[in-house]
């Protein structure tokens, strides 16, 4: 969703221990992305790679001892904001997510990352599956910003030229117009000699359950009057 853009409905009963939680959690990624990137990069022979398969199948077990049933959703930081940690672009606990971290910028948010060897498509290149997605994250998050959480209606991507692995690329979104609860947005990914390797432009529609648990934005900063008798965003439609 956002990288903590919007505030939490719900108080939080004991920050300081969610936030240690947090942190081993965090932790936790953090160490399984490396062990992607090992388990995508490595020569090892079989038997090193047996041995490593089994221990890794204990920890998995070890895991799952105390695991959630379905996906995640969106919870309530220790910050008291929601995030979705399991968005596999920013996900403060999925391994996978680059993590692709914003920052505020006139008119929209800027991106910087890097992508390793687990993103790769095309020799040397990130998959263009991953090039979207970034997009995707980049001007939705955008959007919300706007204070108006959309889900991506469209994303028309044009791909200008290749988007190279293990390099500092920076994507940069923007809204365009907003039309009620739509919201019309572009941006680009840009390589390190400047040249625009992806662009995209998107449509983000606040969905109709979201409208009416939402109510009404009250600022740029994601704060939303509830309507009536609600006392918080449900965390699925
Ligand atoms: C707490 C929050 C969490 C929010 C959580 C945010 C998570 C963000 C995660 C990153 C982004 C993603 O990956 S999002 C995941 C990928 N996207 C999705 O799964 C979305 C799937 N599609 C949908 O759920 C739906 O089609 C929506 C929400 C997009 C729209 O449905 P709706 O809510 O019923 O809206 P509806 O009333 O039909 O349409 C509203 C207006 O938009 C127009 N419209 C609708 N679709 C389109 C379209 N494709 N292209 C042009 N225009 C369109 C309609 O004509 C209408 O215009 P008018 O008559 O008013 O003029």
New binding site residues.
């Given amino acids: ?2 990288d903590g853009t ?1 505030v939490s409905p719900y108080p939080v009963e004991d920050p300081q221990s969610l936030a240690e939680l947090e942190r081993a959690q965090g932790d936790l990624a953090r160490a399984v992305g490396r062990l992607v990137d090992a388990t995508v990069r490595t020569r090892q022979e079989r038997p090193v790679l047996d041995e490593v398969t089994a221990r890794v199948d204990t920890l998995v077990e070890r895991l799952l001892e105390q695991a959630q049933e379905g996906p995640l959703g ?1 919870e309530t930081s220790s910050d008291g904001r ?1 995030r ?1 940690h399991a ?1 596999p ?1 920013l996900g403060m606990r999925n391994p996978i997510a680059p993590p692709l971290v914003m920052t505020d910028d006139e008119g929209g948010v800027t991106c910087t990352f890097s992508l390793g060897a687990a993103y790769e498509g095309p020799p040397g290149c990130v998959h263009g599956g991953f090039v979207a997605a970034v997009l ?2 980049v001007l ?1 998050t955008a959007a ?1 910003r706007r204070g108006v ?6 994303l028309n991507t044009t791909y200008r030229r290749p988007t190279l692995l293990g390099t500092d690329l920076v994507c940069r979104g923007r809204i365009d117009r907003v ?4 919201i019309f947005a572009s941006g680009e990914i840009v390589d390190p000699q400047g040249e625009v390797t992806a662009e995209a432009e998107a ?9 009416e ?2 109510g009404t934005p009250t600022g740029d900063a994601g704060d939303f009057a509830p309507p009536a008798g609600e006392t918080g ?2 965390p699925t439609p």
């Fill in positions: 969703m956002t919007f969106i929601l979705d968005n672009m995707d994250q939705g919300a959480p959309g889900l991506t209606a469209y039309d009620g609860w739509k449509l983000f529609i606040v969905p109709r359950w979201a409208r648990h939402l965003v449900s």
